[in-house]
């Protein structure tokens, strides 16, 4: 499905790129999905040689689920001083937080075709654990503990 944007990034950035593909949700539940994907990274990452590839170069890149796990992978890797280090991360649309549905951008962009607020909670569902019957609850807000939402407060507001 990624075919004709993944050649687009590779002629335009004169890069690259290595397509992953990965276990789907609700079939395979987290973290199959980042398990692949730091796998294949990781397999690059220590066989760049094999393929020509200037470990300066690397970049990860990931859209909606896949944006999620690029920024997971790169969280992951930001550390390890036995692989080449990571250029960058292009996270287009990505899913990177599911303590509030109801800050400002899930606001604004409530009604917008594939991003609906009621989907982009349903499909984190499904990639956590399978089971949507918590939606409201998330919706709501009441899934998470007090003491959560205070804690990650400063990076998870309107504010």
């Known amino acids: 499905t990624h075919e004709e944007l993944c ?27 980042y398990e692949d ?26 859209d ?19 692989l080449p280090r990571l250029r960058a ?15 400002p951008s899930y606001q604004q962009n409530r009604g917008v075709p594939l991003l609906f607020r009621e989907r982009a909670a349903f499909y984190m569902l ?3 654990n399978g089971n949507a019957t918590k939606l409201e609850e998330v919706l709501e807000g009441s899934h998470i503990p007090v003491d959560i939402k205070l804690k990650y407060k400063k990076w998870v507001s309107p504010d």
């Open 7 to 33: 050649r687009f990034i590779a002629r335009e950035s004169d890069s690259v790129v290595v397509s992953v593909g990965y276990r789907l949700a609700p079939e395979h539940k987290y973290p199959a999905a």
């Open 37 to 62: 994907c730091l796998s294949a990274t990781q397999h690059f990452l220590q066989h760049l040689q094999h393929y020509a590839v200037d470990p300066a170069r690397v970049t990860v890149c990931g």
């Open 64 to 82: 909606s689920a896949g944006g999620n796990l690029a920024a997971a992978v790169s969280q992951t890797l930001a550390g390890r001083s036995d």
């Open 89 to 103: 991360q292009i996270l287009i649309y990505p899913g990177l937080q599911a303590l509030d549905f109801n800050l």
């Open 126 to 128: 499904q990639y956590l």
